[in-house]
């Protein structure tokens, strides 16, 4: 028997516990001993019933992803040995039993789990299908359409809709649970015939008199599954249950997911899993790093950030006070708050009752002096640095020692904001994506003094509220805003060269940006690019000028709210529709400027934007202030919506390959000037044969 699986006797009940940390995935040996400890409780008279339980408060977190894609087949004759007992096994689910986990759950007779444990089958956020039978087992204990939305959403379920939808035969709290689970056992022990999954197929009848349900379901996914296989094979996976004896709907799914697991897409998507979790380590700084445990934040500022970061504390369970200068800001902000939680409700994506909860972990405060008692404090205050040094200076008399002071800014200096304190040592940037309350980055960005420890401690504050961490040095725009820069500039000189708009937002939707970027900014309000550009042309008279959005903006097309910006809208209609007012001030533009249009390829101006920011990427590389290639992969997958099933800017360049990279950037510095002058790190990784993402 595996070491990662053991078996124990607890009466006449056998105990199967799975002990693979850190979260008992079914790498090499953990199937194959789950099996060897069915096959010996069966074999022992005196046991009567078996429990499957993981250690550590864990089920199993499903296959072994970092075994992926090596080709190395899984034997599956475990599954048989598990779901054929001659004994009852029980599932005794806490903490998670996801993907294979929960499919191991699955082959037991019966599946218990605790209050607070999650079930799901997230294969498809990897770019797969369950491989193990979710497809087929699934629709029969929980109904063909809940199949769909767990299979095909990937999203994971609190225990109690595991049991709603009789996916759990019941539920206990989470003290005492293996005892519980005993107690399940013995109270089953004798039950004949043994309830298997695969022979019950009541529940596929909703779907076998209504084959609309899943053209319903493709339909229904369409715009969020563009561009990818792994959503329709989910569909295509339940449908075979429906349709198909069962072994053959089990070949039907091996099927699919031999063809998935091997694809560019589900590559990406790995990728992107563990880069994410990459991001955590940090160079210098060791994993045992001692760290502030964030009981309790307070958010200076109650705008749109503030109040949005005040949503992520208190959704994330943290009591959170939010400051503002006067009673009437704070019942704005309050307000905000209230109202955005009351539009999820409508969504149905949390509750009333959740809303209160939430609601009651807010504390609006006008006093610092209300403040110095919280772990952590983030200011989230106008984006100027007169008006965030006051501030900090306040925090400085106010916190107690050892609190983080954070700054929510997106680009100014980390190192000027520390200086106003005495100790600048536990002052960090932790600058959060508009808005804070959904977008999942978060920049934590040190100074020259801040400690290893408040970096630690902000890298686990972030996986507190649920945001991936990365961390970065100061500079200008740090690295999410910096490297986004010249794709923002070479979008635009696109439109003075030749293209237009509709041309540059088409290539990028296409290639799987959900908006393009002149819509993007249409939605977000041209002005406020506008307001940037022009306090860089006051602060230096030689910066580069952008003529043509200027001219926009002076005309008062500041986009959706005016109804009018790059593209023309109609009342009550978000769809950009081409605009001659622009065209004719993009020719006007390019006449004066002397300017004789080229047309592009998409593939051009695909990486005429693409390479330019990844070329940006290289002089932050260069320079220290970002660590590895892939945290900025992490970076434009989380802040910038850019398509997880690339893997990641970076990720995608090096399918592309480096050297061929450098030599296109090369070839448009001689033709386009310095701003496409090649980063020295990229020619060095070029030169070496070397890739930006793989060790
Ligand atoms: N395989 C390998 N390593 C895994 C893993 C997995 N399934 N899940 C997590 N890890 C590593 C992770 O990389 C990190 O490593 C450490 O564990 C802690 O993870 C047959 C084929 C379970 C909810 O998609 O959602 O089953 O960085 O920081 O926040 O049909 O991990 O420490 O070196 O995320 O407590 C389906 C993926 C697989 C679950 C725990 N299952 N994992 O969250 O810890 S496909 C999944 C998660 C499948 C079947 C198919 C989360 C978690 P390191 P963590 P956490």
Redo the contacts with the bound molecule.
């Keep these: 028997m595996s070491e990662l699986v053991r078996f124990e006797k607890r009466g006449a009940i056998g105990v199967i516990t799975v002990d693979n940390p850190?979260?008992n995935?079914?790498?090499p040996g953990v199937p194959e001993g789950m099996a060897e400890c069915v096959a010996k409780g069966n074999a022992d008279p005196d046991v009567k019933a078996m429990v499957l339980i993981g250690q550590g408060g864990?089920f199993i977190?499903?296959?072994?992803?970092?075994?992926?894609g090596k080709g190395n087949t899984?034997p599956t004759e475990w599954r048989e040995t598990v779901e054929m007992s001659e004994k009852p096994v029980v599932a005794a689910i806490q903490?998670?039993a996801?993907?294979?986990?929960l499919?191991t759950a699955m082959l037991c007779n019966y599946r218990i789990a605790s209050e607070t444990a999650?079930i799901?089958?997230?294969?498809v956020?990897?770019g797969?299908?369950?491989?193990?039978?979710?497809t087929q087992r699934v629709p029969r204990l929980a109904g063909v359409q809940a199949a769909l939305d767990m299979i095909v959403g990937g999203e994971?379920y609190p225990s109690s809709a595991g049991k709603d939808l009789g996916i759990l035969d019941d539920i206990y709290s989470d003290d005492g649970f293996l005892d519980a689970a005993i107690a399940y056992a013995e109270k089953v022990a004798d039950v004949r015939p043994l309830p298997r999954v695969r022979d019950n197929d009541a529940k596929l009848a909703e779907a076998k008199d209504n084959p609309g349900i899943f053209d319903a379901m493709r339909k229904k996914i369409a715009r969020k599954a563009r561009n990818q296989r792994a959503p329709y094979a989910c569909i295509e996976g339940v449908e075979a249950a429906v349709n198909l004896p069962f072994d053959d709907g089990l070949a039907k799914e091996r099927e699919l997911?031999k063809e998935l697991?091997a694809a560019d897409e589900a590559k990406s998507l790995r990728y992107a899993?563990?880069t994410e979790?990459?991001a955590?380590?940090v160079p210098d700084i060791p994993k045992d790093t001692p760290i502030t445990k964030v009981a309790s934040v307070a958010v200076i500022g109650g705008g749109t950030m503030g109040s949005g970061i005040t949503m992520t504390c208190a959704d994330a369970g943290l009591p959170v006070r939010i400051l503002e200068m006067n009673e009437e800001a704070l019942t704005k902000a309050m307000d905000r708050i209230r109202s955005t939680y009351e539009v999820s409700v409508k969504r149905g994506s949390i509750t009333a009752e959740q809303v209160e909860e939430r609601m009651a972990r807010i504390t609006p405060v006008t006093s610092y002096s209300d403040l110095g008692d919280c772990d952590m404090v983030i200011e989230a205050v106008f984006e100027r640095m007169d008006v965030k040094i006051p501030v900090f200076k306040q925090l400085d008399q106010s916190m107690k020692q050892g609190a983080i002071l954070a700054t929510n800014s997106s680009a100014l200096d980390i190192d000027e904001i520390a200086a106003a304190t005495n100790r600048p040592e536990s002052v960090i940037g932790t600058h959060f994506f508009s808005p804070a309350n959904v977008m999942k980055l978060l920049e934590i960005v040190r100074g020259e003094k801040t400690s290893k420890e408040i970096v630690a401690s902000c890298q686990r504050f972030a996986?507190q509220i649920a945001k991936v961490g990365v961390v970065c040095g100061n500079c200008d725009g740090f690295l999410a805003n910096r490297s986004r820069v010249p794709f923002n500039l070479e979008m635009n000189l696109l439109i003075e060269d030749g293209a237009l708009p509709q041309d540059v937002d088409k290539v990028m939707y296409d290639f799987g940006y959900p908006m393009g970027p002149f819509a993007v900014a249409d939605l977000a309000g041209n002005d406020i690019g506008w307001e940037g550009r022009k306090r860089r042309y006051a602060a230096n008279p030689d910066a580069r000028k952008l003529p043509i959005p200027d001219t926009i903006c002076e005309m008062g097309r500041f986009g959706q709210k005016t109804r009018a910006g790059w593209f023309d809208y109609k009342e009550g209609d978000r769809t950009p529709y081409p605009s001659d007012v622009v065209e004719k001030i993009i020719s006007d533009y390019r006449e004066e400027a002397g300017i004789t249009p080229k047309s592009f390829t998409e593939e051009e101006i695909l990486r005429r934007i693409l390479f330019s920011s990844i070329n940006e990427i290289c002089k932050i590389l260069d320079e220290g202030i970002a660590y590895k290639a892939t945290d900025a992969d992490v970076m434009w997958l989380n802040g910038f919506g850019f398509p997880r099933y690339r893997g990641g800017v970076m990720f995608w360049a090096d399918q592309i390959g480096v050297k061929a990279v450098y030599d296109q950037i090369s070839a448009w510095y001689d033709e386009l000037g310095d701003r496409w002058a090649p980063s020295p790190y990229l020619k060095k990784l070029a030169e070496e044969g070397k890739s930006f993402t793989s060790d």
């Design positions: 850190p979260v995935a079914l790498s864990k977190a499903g296959a072994d992803i970092k075994q992926m899984t903490g998670y996801l993907g294979g986990g499919e999650k799901g089958q997230p294969e956020a990897i797969i299908i369950p491989g193990a039978g979710g994971h997911f697991v899993f563990f979790r990459q955590r380590n996986q």
